[in-house]
């Protein structure tokens, strides 16, 4: 590649994509790095080759510390332990593994599906709250842009909103009452215990004059009728 300026050619050099020499990694910590990059590599290559090709792969690696990995389509293990044996291909077993991929298939497709519903819901609460309205994007729509789904929602909102204002509404108005005064008894009067103790003692010293009296009326009686009986005349 090649410019002009001011009259003279500069060249540049080409920095495009180039060759990479195929040498060994002599740091140990960049050889790790490269075995799994490569290796992720080396492991794609084989599937797309076995499902381009339907061909069943087996692939078996061994790390620098001795540690085993292995890839294969659609079952390492399956594949290595045919070919151990002499064994050929099992078709059942390769249908029943499609028929499990379908199943996974359409399982992913509904959570997917799913999980777009959940991030638009999200995106609409976060709406209503940089809107600083708390209520989310379809409240303020006209019935008839709405679907089933909205309307429940919308029934549900307002069935809400009326039960808390009502409430608001009564805790107000017990708030705004005057306070009950509070009802004050005056304290309990003790009895005069010095009239108690003057009655009393009337009423004793009148019992007290009226035996007296009784029995000297008895006295007098019984000295103006003399008793008869034996004994001088």
Known sequence: MSSVRGGNSVTKPNTGRRKIEIKKVEQKSRRHVTFSKRK????????????????ETALIVTSQNGKLYSCGYPDADAVIGRYL??????RGTKKKQQEAIEVLR???????N??????????????????????PSWWNHT?????LDNLEQF?????LLKLNLVAAVQKDKFNSLPPMPLAIFPPPQMPNMSLFTHCYD?????????????AT?????????????????
């Open 40 to 55: 992720l590599g080396l492991f794609n290559k084989l599937t797309e080759l076995s499902i381009l090709c339907q061909s």
């Open 85 to 90: 044996t002499g064994g050929g291909p099992q």
């Open 106 to 112: 359409v399982e992913y497709e509904a959570t997917q």
């Open 114 to 135: 799913q999980l777009k519903e959940e991030k638009k819901r999200l995106q609409e609460i976060k709406e209503a709250q940089e809107s600083n309205s708390g209520f």
């Open 143 to 147: 019935i008839e842009e709405m679907g």
């Open 155 to 159: 029934k549900t909102s307002l069935e």
């Open 202 to 214: 009337g009423r004793q010293n009148q019992d007290y004059w009226g035996t007296a009296a009784t």
């Open 217 to 233: 009326a008895t006295a007098t009686t019984s000295s103006a009728f003399p008793i008869t009986g034996f004994g001088h005349y």
